[in-house]
Nanobody, 120 residues
Framework: QVWLVESGGGSVQAGGSLRLSCAASGYDYRIDCMGWFRQAPGKEREGVATIYTRGGVTSYSDSVKGRFTISQDNAKNTVYLQMNSLKPEDTAMYLC?????????????WGQGTQVTVSS
């Protein structure tokens, strides 16, 4: 069982930055990847970024590539999402997830989410 708690959301103007954190606890031998997803009202959940917990290989959706950076601090069991050059279309609930092999469809555990609102 893995528990995830996000923090760091808020409201920011377009062009601004935010850093989200996801603190993880517990253990499941299948989990080798952490990811961030987002869901805006009336839209499907979208994968944003993933990072392998061993080795740190990262992957990003095209919509955030070059603006967002996912990173991890294994000593703190925490994953971060640094979001720069934010746009109004980045407004969404951001959720942390624990995955197998960094497949978007393999998320087994979810946090409660943290809201990000970007105003123009």
């Amino acid at each position: 069982q893995v528990w995830l708690v996000e923090s760091g959301g808020g409201s920011v103007q377009a062009g601004g930055s935010l850093r989200l954190s996801c603190a993880a606890s517990g253990y499941d031998y299948r989990i080798d990847c952490m990811g961030w997803f987002r869901q805006a009202p009336g839209k499907e959940r979208e994968g944003v970024a993933t990072i392998y917990t061993r080795g740190g290989v990262t992957s990003y959706s095209d919509s955030v590539k070059g603006r967002f950076t996912i990173s991890q601090d294994n000593a703190k069991n925490t994953v971060y999402l640094q979001m720069n050059s934010l746009k109004p279309e980045d407004t969404a609930m951001y959720l942390c997830a624990a995955l197998e092999a960094c497949r978007w469809s393999s998320a087994s555990y979810w946090g409660q989410g943290t809201q990000v609102t970007v105003s123009s």
